[in-house]
């Protein structure tokens, strides 16, 4: 059973950057298709980035390609997500998932993913 841990959240300002950080432990890391997730307050999770297993090419939601990048790093059990140009609306707790089965036409619904980390906050100001 894997675990993950995010880190890198906090307060900008609109137009800042933030990188978040997901390390998984407890499970072979490149087995595992994973994701960044987001949810404001009120607001379904949605899915934002990720990547699957034994897949490094990325995979974006519409809403923020251009302006966030995410990487996988199988050395270090460490899934990245660059944010670059930090709108009012980015602002959420976002979370890493983890599973080993999920079907790609699954990907995006967070109602099938098996791990997920606790979440780290992310706030941005106008």
């Known amino acids: 059973q894997v675990q993950l841990v995010e880190s890198g959240g906090g307060l900008v300002q609109a137009g800042d950057s933030l990188r978040l950080s997901c390390v998984a432990s407890g499970g072979t890391f490149r087995e595992y298709t994973v994701a960044w997730f987001r949810q404001a307050p009120g607001k379904e999770r949605e899915f934002v980035a990720g990547f699957k297993r034994y897949n490094s090419n990325p995979i974006y939601e519409d809403s923020i390609k251009g302006r966030f990048t995410s990487a996988r790093d199988n050395a270090k059990n460490t899934l990245y997500l660059q944010m670059n140009s930090l709108k009012p609306e980015d602002t959420a707790s976002y979370y890493c998932?983890?599973?080993?089965?999920?079907?790609?036409?699954?990907?995006?619904?967070?109602?099938?993913?098996?791990?997920w980390g606790r979440g780290t906050q992310v706030t941005v100001a106008s």
């Open positions: 998932a983890a599973d080993r089965t999920i079907i790609s036409s699954s990907l995006r619904d967070h109602r099938h993913w098996d791990y």
